[in-house]
């Protein structure tokens, strides 16, 4: 039997996803935890108030918390991975644009991802990191456990940071950093 609503849930094919994992071992990105990435995702959490942030790197079968701020604190590499099909990373790598969700039971083709009853995520705000290459290597982003109002203030913020820390991975590239 046909359900026309059974599409909407599903994380989209990811065409990209074996050249982003080469591009992501030759930058040596996204196989542990950097500390510099876990300064940028405090201070991501201190520009837009969220209580949570990521830099998020993302492979074939799962996402990778290079650099997280929880209201937790630091934890180890056991918080840091998630499966590709929770989230709304892996939309926003394969739109290759930013998504801002203020509420996300507002939006049925994200209602139903199992962060929101697993785990409580009631909204999101998230960019790509496109880098030189062409390649999405995966995200910037920010949860609340509470709708909020991100407005084109969180747009602009979560974009402009997205564009500073590909930057800066370029620099690393280059041995700047």
Same mark, same amino acid.
């Given at each position: 039997?046909?359900?026309?609503? *059974?599409? #909407?849930?599903?994380? =989209?094919?990811?065409?990209?996803?074996?050249?982003?994992?080469? $591009?992501?071992?030759?930058? @040596? !990105?996204?196989?542990?935890?950097?500390?510099?990435?876990?300064?940028?995702?405090?201070?991501? *959490?201190? #520009?837009?108030?969220? =209580?949570?942030?990521?830099?998020?790197?993302?492979?074939?079968? $799962?996402?990778?918390?290079? @650099? !997280?701020?929880?209201?937790?604190?630091?934890?180890?590499?056991?918080?840091?991975?998630?499966?590709?099909?929770?989230?709304?990373? =892996?939309?926003?790598?394969?739109?290759?644009?930013?998504?801002?969700?203020?509420?996300?039971?507002?939006?049925?083709?994200?209602?139903?991802?199992?962060?929101?009853?697993?785990?409580?995520?009631?909204?999101?705000?998230?960019?790509?990191?496109?880098?030189?290459?062409?390649?999405?290597?995966?995200?910037?982003?920010?949860?609340?456990?509470?709708?909020?109002?991100?407005?084109?203030?969180?747009?602009?913020?979560?974009?402009?940071?997205?564009?500073?820390?590909?930057?800066?991975?370029?620099?690393?590239?280059?041995?700047?950093?």
């Amino acid at each position: 039997m046909y359900d026309p609503t *059974a599409h #909407l849930l599903l994380t =989209p094919v990811d065409k990209e996803a074996p050249a982003r994992v080469r $591009r992501l071992r030759g930058l @040596g !990105l996204g196989q542990r935890a950097d500390p510099a990435l876990d300064l940028f995702a405090d201070r991501l *959490a201190e #520009l837009t108030g969220a =209580p949570y942030s990521m830099v998020n790197f993302i492979g074939e079968e $799962r996402q990778f918390f290079a @650099g !997280l701020h929880t209201p937790q604190g630091p934890c180890g590499d056991d918080c840091r991975f998630m499966a590709r099909d929770y989230g709304y990373c =892996p939309h926003v790598v394969a739109r290759r644009k930013a998504l801002v969700l203020e509420d996300v039971r507002d939006y049925p083709r994200f209602a139903g991802n199992p962060v929101v009853d697993e785990i409580g995520i009631r909204s999101y705000l998230g960019a790509p990191l496109i880098d030189r290459t062409g390649v999405v290597l995966g995200t910037v982003c920010v949860v609340d456990v509470e709708p909020r109002p991100w407005g084109r203030a969180g747009l602009d913020t979560i974009k402009t940071m997205a564009a500073e820390l590909v930057g800066q991975i370029h620099r690393r590239e280059d041995g700047g950093i």
